[in-house]
């Protein structure tokens, strides 16, 4: 019921019914009959529901004829107007309303973190660090880095960039190339060249001083968002500012029961006003992160550990589990439902939407909604792994850089095309493509291996792999601009993506003496393998990723 809630339970100690309506409270002994007891509350949702929506109606009627009757309204009674109009349509259940609530949230999520955060590399740089401008530094490298990427695998490339450059003016001073290689494999490519955009900036024309607000910092610095300004700003430099990263999101629709599209703006606005609610003014910085931690390690996706949450008692979509389970346990056939907006009074544009009810297998996995997203868009592509086996210092593979903007901007690649999903015409369109690069070639040596399949955030492109060996040719020794022949060793350490990792284990593994296992062999090997025991989830839970609401989507398919 909207601005209400009616609540059913049945004691544990006097083995009673208590019936909740609006503010008053009534005792039925076990012995008074069900059916009479459902009847009754039935009737008094409904009167409540009319009335209810009788008294929404007028406010927003009277909120309208206001607006429209003062055109020349103070900022500040137009504002309390908006929030008249915004209550109406919203249950009470989705807000904190309690002064006290906020507070026993605070100390109980702050009192959860000081025992059980784990060990990370940038807490213990940030921490350990006195200048503030190298703090902001150390927090916005793992901001920018965890965007899309699971903890485990950027602890080493943090450990890494951090040795490499431990100052925003050594990061300044790099160059896209050493950047790129370091960042290889990390996804996302674009995230390490505008970090050192930022950084540069930083240097050049702010003095070397990072923006200490969020948002100044949103505003002045390429690649920083709502989220990541809001993280460095709290953390780094103490503002009390909240943050509303995919961790964030899910334990506020939990805790709120928000059912709503998480994408939509309304729901988004909702949940950015919630974490600045809740947000510690002595602690920002650790209540911020200790948000992220629960939600990363507790309030987990698909297997929530409800028993080791901190702030099980304030988390609505518990309390429904646990009422869902006590009706079960009644047998009351035909129950209302006691927590949704009533269905007929003005639908809450926060609820759980009609057409996708309460699914009671789920319990509080109902939240958040999945957000709706648009599939990636396929494309095709035929690559080749041109290699001179006889070259001097030994056999030696063609990379190819791509443009300096775009999808993975300054990388290098293996000669490649654009193909059709028929692949017509595609091996002589590859063939022109070397020969644009090194020359006349033998087109009976081009050999097709395989296929490669890679997911980016929006796009899902698949590889046509093919291999060509320059043997008893005269090696090249000329090389354009944008062109390098490396050594199978340097490739594996150069700035190239985690497709073209692929499409090289695939030609090295067709090649005699070099065989691999191929990606369908090892996908049909994780299939077969046995479901993670209990302990084992509880671990991988342990390294979710963390995915803030700016990074440039919701779920990263591929590294």
Known sequence: MKGRRVVLWRGLEEQDLELHLGGGTVFHRRSVQ???????????????????????????????SSSQAKPSVPDGLARR????????????????????EVTVFRENLLSWYDREKRDLPWRRWAEGEEDLDRRAYAVWVSEVMLQQTQVATVIDYYTRWMQKWPTLQD???????????????????????????????????????????????????????????????????????????????????????????????????????????????????DFNQAAMELGATVCTPQHPLCSQCPVQSLCRAHQRVEREQLLASQ???????????????????????????????????????????????????????????????????LLVQRPNSGLLAGLWEFPSVTAE??????????????????????????????????????????????????????????????VRWLTREEFHTAAVSTAMKKVFRVYEG????????????????????????????VLDSFFRPRIPTDAPGLTGVAQ
């Open 331 to 397: 047998s009351l056939p035909g129950s209302p439902d006691v927590e949704e907006c009533a269905p007929n009074t003005g639908q809450c544009q926060l609820c759980i939407p009609p057409a996708e009810p309460w699914d009671q297998t789920l319990g509080v996995v109902n939240f958040p909604r999945k957000a709706s997203r648009r599939p990636p868009r396929e494309e095709y592509s035929a690559t080749c792994v041109l290699e001179q086996p006889g070259a001097p210092g030994g056999a030696r593979i």
């Open 421 to 482: 999903p028929s692949g017509r015409q595609q091996r002589k369109a590859l063939l022109q493509e070397l020969q644009s690069w090194v020359g006349p070639l033998p087109a009976t040596r081009l050999r097709h291996l395989g296929q490669v399949v890679h997911t980016f955030s929006h796009i899902k492109l698949t590889y046509q792999v093919y291999g060509l060996a320059l043997e008893g040719q005269a090696p090249v020794t000329v090389t354009p601009p944008g």
């Open 34 to 64: 069900m059916e009479a007891i459902m009847k009754k509350l039935r009737a008094a949702m409904g009167s409540h529901c009319r009335k209810q929506a009788s008294s929404q109606e007028r406010r927003k009627k009277h909120a309208l």
């Open 510 to 537: 067709r090649q005699p003496g070099n065989y691999k296992s191929s990606k369908r062999s090892q996908v049909s090997t994780l299939s077969r393998r046995k479901k993670p025991s209990p302990g084992q989830q």
């Open 81 to 100: 107007q908006e929030e008249v109009v915004l209550q109406a349509s919203v249950c009470l259940d989705h807000l904190f309303r309690d002064p006290v």
């Open 171 to 285: 990061l300044a001073s790099a160059s896209l190339e050493e950047v790129n290689q370091l960042w290889a494999g990390l996804g996302y490519y674009s995230r390490g060249r505008r970090l050192q955009e930022g950084a540069r900036k930083v240097v050049k024309e702010l003095r070397g001083h990072v923006p200490r607000t969020a948002e100044t910092l949103q505003r002045l610095l390429p690649g920083v968002g709502r989220y990541t300004a809001g993280a460095i700003a709290s953390i780094a430099f103490g503002q009390v500012t909240g943050v509303v990263d995919g961790n964030v999101l899910r334990v506020l629709c939990r805790v709120r029961v928000i059912g709503a599209d998480p994408s939509s703006t309304l729901v988004s606005q909702q949940l950015w006003s919630l974490a600045q609610q809740l947000v510690d003014p002595a602690r920002p910085g």
